[in-house]
């Protein structure tokens, strides 16, 4: 797990796993979220997740212009002031409504954000601090204050008004909803949904990182693909695919097709030639959308893992 769970608890700081995957993430009061669910099936909702992200990110980024941030939307999933991202953005499909979520930042606490990280090094953590403050504004950066809150969520709505065409309408939940709600929540913040990936994968974790014999090991690399960002860990025997397991921070619709990849790599030789055929074959089978995540892209993250000088 990427986060120092002690010190989470520690600091009394929830710890959830989303649905839609990717990397660890910080929130807190300094950032507005907003959250879009359409029907894939609807008309207006592009075929496309990189469509569905440059379509439904129209609001957000006008609403950085319109308090005076010259921000544009970056693919596959930002939004940046100058090559720095003031935004991040997830999507997936859950019964067949794609579902986006994503933040307008007016301040970030970065010590925070790398103190609640595992880091091998406090030199590690320093570096991690150093890179996040290059690669990420805020809008107190950008003009030195902040609007009001309620202000921007108001320009925010309006925004996603204008860009869909639609009429957002204030519900309230029924208690139906709210029952749901409890229940799936229960369920979101139980340790076993936390640990999920973890616990059916102990059998492999366990093995990372040794040498088994002369014809098995274990290795581990992360790749930094124009999707996101890719970690593998793969034990090999003989050349071939023992077991895998693909993780990450991007964009893999379906997202439980990720584990039935891993169990279609299982005995494929590895060479970069050989996986990519292997995997832009099951993307087409299974119509799998993985925006700037290529079949080539994988096939060098578990290329680097293979590699004996990893181990």
């Not at 979520?101 to 991690?128: A, H, Q, Y």
């Not at 088994?212 to 003989?238: C, M």
Request: charged share 30%.
């Amino acid at each position: 797990m990427e986060v120092d769970t002690a010190y989470c608890r520690l600091k009394n700081l929830p710890i959830v796993r989303r649905i839609l995957g990717g990397g660890a993430v910080y929130l807190d009061g300094d950032q507005l979220f907003y959250q879009v669910i359409a029907r894939r099936s609807d008309p207006e909702v592009p075929g496309f997740i990189e469509d569905i992200f440059k379509k439904f990110l129209a609001a957000p980024t006008k609403t950085y212009n319109d308090i005076g941030i010259s921000a544009q939307y970056k693919a596959v999933n930002d939004i940046e002031v100058h090559g720095r991202k003031i935004s991040g953005n997830g999507a997936t499909e859950i019964g067949g409504s794609a579902i986006l979520t994503g933040n307008i930042i007016f301040d970030f606490n970065f010590d925070e954000m790398t103190r609640i990280l595992k880091v091998p090094s406090e030199k590690f953590r320093d570096k991690v601090v150093k890179t996040l403050r290059e690669r990420l504004t805020t809008i107190e950066k950008e003009l030195g204050d902040s609007p009001n809150i309620d202000f921007v969520k108001r320009l925010l709505r309006e925004n996603y008004e204008t860009t869909l065409g639609i009429e957002l309408v204030k519900g309230e939940l029924s208690q139906a909803e709210a029952d749901l709600l409890k229940s799936i929540g229960e369920k979101y913040e139980s340790q076993e949904w936390l640990h999920l990936v973890e616990n059916e994968r102990q059998d492999l974790i366990r093995k990372r990182n040794m040498k088994i014999s002369e014809r098995a090991f274990v290795g581990e690399a992360t790749h930094k693909a124009p999707g996101g960002l890719v970690r593998v860990l793969v034990e090999i025997k003989d050349d071939r695919i023992e077991d895998i397991m693909i993780t990450g921070d991007f964009c893999f619709i379906p997202p439980e097709h990720v584990r039935s990849l891993e169990e279609d790599l299982r005995g494929e030789e590895v060479t970069k030639a050989s996986m990519a055929n292997r995997i832009w074959s099951f993307y087409k089978k299974y119509g799998i959308e993985a925006p700037g995540l290529t079949a080539e892209e994988v096939a060098e993250a578990i290329v680097a893992a293979s590699s004996k000088s990893n181990v």
